[in-house]
């Protein structure tokens, strides 16, 4: 549907003081301001991109789960440092269920984005891909579910090629592998991480 105002030739539509008339397709919502920082896209970067050779050493540090969340001044979007899961962390046992781990360390009352290299299964192959995460759980202060809402889209453009996208506000619907097996190819998933699904 075409919303720039139609003109009859010969007609000129009527000029208002600092407005412009006759489209509505320049139109921009309202956004954050707030930036994306260059560790998160080098990290998203490292995620997407799988070698087919690497050493032992750079698969152990290969990432699983990473979280990115506000700056302490709510100007950019920053790596959580202290909330990722390697593959190391799981080939040496320290996690045994990589995405029981990861909804354990979303924060009960704050937002959160990640991101999840999510291992499934179909009726036909074996598949790793990327999914990424919005969380806004409901008893999160109203300003920062405001701020990272209003972010999302900076975000989305920055990590570009992700496939899948899961926001989630209940704990409950994260916390159902069934749920992402949904997400991730509807009734096809027959397994997540190794475990099986409806």
Not at 57 to 66: I, L, T
Not at 96 to 123: I, Q
Not at 135 to 155: C, F, Q, T, V
Request: glycine content about 4%.
């Amino acid at each position: 549907m075409d919303f720039r105002a139609r003109q009859t030739p010969g007609l000129v539509a009527p000029k208002r003081k600092g407005r412009d008339t006759t489209s509505l397709v320049n139109f921009h919502p309202q956004t954050s301001g707030i930036e994306v920082t260059e560790e998160v896209i080098t990290v998203f970067n490292e995620m997407k991109v799988r070698k087919s050779s690497c050493s032992q050493e750079e698969m152990r540090k290969r990432k699983k789960a990473v979280f990115f969340r506000l700056s302490d001044d709510l100007s950019r979007i920053v790596l959580d440092p202290e909330n990722e899961i390697v593959l190391g962390d799981i080939l040496d046992g320290v996690v045994v269920n990589p995405f029981e781990t990861f909804t354990k360390m979303l924060p009960p009352t704050d937002c959160r984005y990640a991101l999840y290299d999510a291992k499934y299964e179909t009726k036909e192959t074996q598949r790793v891909e990327l999914f990424s995460n919005f969380r806004a759980p409901e008893n999160a202060p109203l300003k920062s579910k405001m701020l990272y809402a209003s972010s999302k889209d900076a975000i989305k453009r920055k990590l570009t090629g992700i496939k899948h996208e899961w926001q989630l506000n209940s704990l409950d619907d994260i916390l159902d592998l069934d749920n992402l097996a949904v997400k991730l190819g509807g009734n096809k998933v027959v397994s997540v991480e190794e475990i099986k699904v409806k």
